[in-house]
């Protein structure tokens, strides 16, 4: 369990948060810079694909947008969205007013537990290994952390939020049908909010990530559920910063209510864009593919250069160990123009593992693949 630092790095005004992760790396992205043939940055999960031209038609066609938008989006998006979950991902019975557009997934993940009013001292309860802005939440609210993949090492605790992740960032694994039922469960039983991030929801591998919303986890009530989404990964809309939340309607309208007031928006453009890229499916195929082959290009040569890989049946990430700290490993492939993630960043469980991420192009994914079969 961390609890916040009551100190602030500006003058004792708030709750200090940890240095960004990345920021650590500079000296192993100096050192892949130098190879000869560039670097291959596979560090950061950043989408390089081009945006689908009917998602660019559709941000300059709404771009004459001279007023305010409504914070809870048109309710041609919120529809988009209520069926393209029902499409994509089995959910029924989804009420269009149960969708909240937001600026991206991480606004929403960094600011959940202070907008659902979680009290400093509370617990916030997040994956083992995890994205590094469940516990910036946290601490922003002024909340302790406890990390666990098993809610019964929670004992008696009723801690006010929970998050999921499936597929995991940074490990890929994806949570069974009835790991989830039972979170929902158990979080029903003590009043705790669950919130699912499903970024990667679409990018299932060996085995098929399931909604939280899902029918078959949740038995037909969203009561207590939330579910995070981001177009980011599936139509490369990183840059235009669109996701949405959706679940429970009476907590969708309180987050409602307080976005209201403090202006958090997604602009009207933007939500047009996402409206078209809610009703179409072929772009997220064919954007799936991408990942798919470099994947298929990528895994086998961490292997024959001595990585075991693990999990990573979901996502965008290899889980990749070489039983040595991680640390070690990103300077070993560093010296071969390859930067990755240490597994230290999503947690001490990480610490002999590295985030390998798809997020480059085929051309330096396989200048990776190359300089790994050199390796081997």
């Known amino acids: 369990m961390s609890s916040p630092d009551s100190r602030s790095h500006a003058g004792g005004r708030g709750p200090a948060l940890p240095d960004f992760p990345w920021d650590s790396l500079s000296e192993q992205t100096a050192v892949a810079k130098a190879h000869s043939d560039g670097i ?16 660019r038609r559709a941000l300059s066609e709404g771009a004459d947008s001279p007023g305010y938008p409504a914070t809870h989006g048109t309710a041609e998006l919120r529809r988009a969205a209520v069926e393209a979950l029902r499409r994509r991902h089995g959910v029924a019975d989804l009420d269009p007013e149960a969708v909240l557009p937001t600026i991206g997934s991480k606004e929403l993940v960094a600011w959940l537990p202070t ?5 400093p001292g ?20 002024g909340a302790e952390t406890v990390r666990t993949d098993a809610t019964h090492a929670l004992g008696p605790a009723r801690p006010p939020l929970l998050w999921l992740n499936s597929p995991s960032n940074p490990t890929g694994k994806v949570l069974p049908i009835e790991h989830l039922r039972k979170v929902v469960e158990w979080a029903r039983e003590r009043g705790t909010v669950v919130a699912s991030d499903e970024c990667y929801l679409s990018l ?26 981001s177009l980011s990964k599936t139509s490369n809309f990183a ?14 309208r309180r987050l409602l209510e307080v976005r209201k007031h403090s202006g958090m928006i997604v602009p009207r453009p933007v ?10 499916d072929e772009h997220v195929r064919e954007q799936r593919e991408r990942y798919a082959s470099r994947r298929a290009l990528l895994w086998p040569e961490l292997e024959r250069a001595g990585f075991t890989v693990e999990h990573s049946q979901g996502g965008l990430y290899l889980w990749a160990t070489r039983g040595e700290s991680a640390w070690r490993t990103v300077e070993w492939l560093a010296r071969r123009g390859v930067l990755v993630a ?12 590295v985030r390998i991420a798809l997020t480059a192009s085929d051309e330096r994914i396989a200048a990776a693949a190359d300089r790994l079969s050199e390796s081997g």
């Open 115 to 119: 907008l659902l009013g979680v009290r």
């Open 239 to 252: 840059g235009y910063r669109g996701g949405f939340v959706t679940g429970d309607p009476e907590l969708v």
């Open 342 to 353: 240490p597994g230290s960043f999503y947690g001490p469980g990480g610490e002999q593992h």
């Open 271 to 280: 939500q047009d864009a996402m409206t078209v890229a809610l009703d179409d």
């Open 204 to 229: 299932g591998w060996e085995s098929e990530p399931v909604s939280l919303l899902h029918p078959a986890v949740c038995g037909g009530s969203f009561e207590g559920l939330l579910a995070v989404h």
């Open 122 to 141: 509370e617990q916030v309860a997040i994956p083992e290994l995890a994205y590094p802005t469940y516990e910036v939440g946290a601490t922003l609210a």
């Open 40 to 55: 291959v940055n596979l560090s950061v999960g950043t989408p390089v694909d081009p945006v689908p031209p009917r998602l």
